[in-house]
């Protein structure tokens, strides 16, 4: 007969991640001990924060520690596991080193997840992830009307569409006008019925000569006028891009701030041609957030997805 689990108290603690203020930024739940829950115990704890991920701090496995891992990390969602995200990589890293983590290279954190070995980075108070690779692919032209249609946007506002593919995959779709990006209102139901998450993305005007002049004024006349800017949010940073992800199919409808998109997005638009690092990408103010999400490249090309992490709850949680 196998012995009834016994729950026990365990280190937790809530992070907000892109965001250098608390409650502006996308919420995180972390478990920093979840050494012998099942997968359903996991799914089932994730479901009950209902936050768009909540991730599991584990021992590397053998190989993993051999080829560097410093910890592994499981990411779920409300309606299932991830084998890679953005902000949860950035959290959790957080708090394993607010927990006493130390890594076993200085200034390198290796997170190993069920995409693989992710390389992390401190960069002026921020952490950074290196960028894993992303599958892009063209979109069919049928599909593309149809989520462009439950977008609430009209064909012609969309210059350019690709599959993009890191782990989660998303259809990224850039727009004409970061003002048609924060208009969207979007048929979630008609998203989750297409199966397709979407990240959609608009460029400032002469984001890499004057984002400060041209961007900003745009952005925040439209926030401010419909009431989407948040108060006290982070006025320092004028952005380049910005960012909308809809995740109905995962449960999420929209992301407040989305490193694994904004990580493959900035890949696309910089084979494109479109967009070069650094630069800083904006997003979640349609949510009532503020995330700034700093895309860098370093010599070797490698582009780089970093952010502020702030905790905002510590304690212990029985599982």
């Known amino acids: ?16 991640v ?17 050494t012998g829950l099942t997968d359903a115990q996991m799914q089932s704890f994730a479901a009950w924060t209902n936050l768009s991920e909540t991730t599991f701090v584990l021992p590397p496995t053998e190989a993993g520690r051999a080829a560097g891992a410093d910890y592994r990390v499981r990411i779920f969602t409300p309606g299932g596991e991830l084998p890679f995200a953005g902000h949860p990589t950035l959290g959790s890293c957080h708090a394993w080193l607010a927990q006493g983590g130390v890594p076993q290279q200085a200034g ?10 992710i390389s992390i980075a401190r960069q002026d108070g921020r952490l950074a992830f290196q960028a894993p690779a992303t599958d892009i692919g063209a979109v069919e032209p049928g599909l593309l009307a149809e989520v462009a249609a439950a977008l609430g946007a009209e064909p012609g506002q969309i210059l350019r569409a690709a599959w993009l593919d890191n782990g989660p995959r998303w259809m990224g779709v850039l727009f004409e006008h970061p003002d ?20 959609a993305c608009a460029l400032y005007e002469s984001a890499q000569d004057a984002p400060a002049l041209i961007g900003r004024s745009s952005r925040e006349a439209r926030a401010f006028a419909t009431g989407q ?4 949010a982070d006025a320092d940073a004028a952005p380049s891009l910005e960012v909308r992800g809809f995740a109905s199919p995962v449960g999420v409808t929209e992301d407040p701030v989305t490193g694994s998109l904004n990580a493959s997005l900035a890949l696309w638009l910089r084979g494109e041609g479109l967009l070069r690092a650094p630069y800083i990408a904006s997003q979640g103010c349609c949510v009532g957030r503020d995330g ?5 490249e370093d010599a070797q090309g490698a582009l780089w997805i970093g952010g502020h992490v702030v905790e905002c709850v510590s304690g212990q949680v029985l599982l």
């Open 180 to 199: 048609q990006v924060l208009a969207l209102e979007p048929d979630h139901a008609r998203l989750k019925a297409l199966n397709t998450k979407v990240g």
């Open 292 to 296: 700034r999400v700093h895309v860098s």
């Open 18 to 34: 892109f965001t250098a203020r608390p409650y502006l930024g996308n919420p995180l739940a972390v478990v920093l001990d979840a």
């Open 1 to 16: 007969m196998t012995p009834a689990y016994v729950s026990r108290q365990r280190p937790f603690m809530t992070v907000d």
């Open 108 to 117: 390198r954190i290796v997170q190993e997840c069920a995409k693989g070995l």
């Open 229 to 232: 800017r948040p108060a006290g």
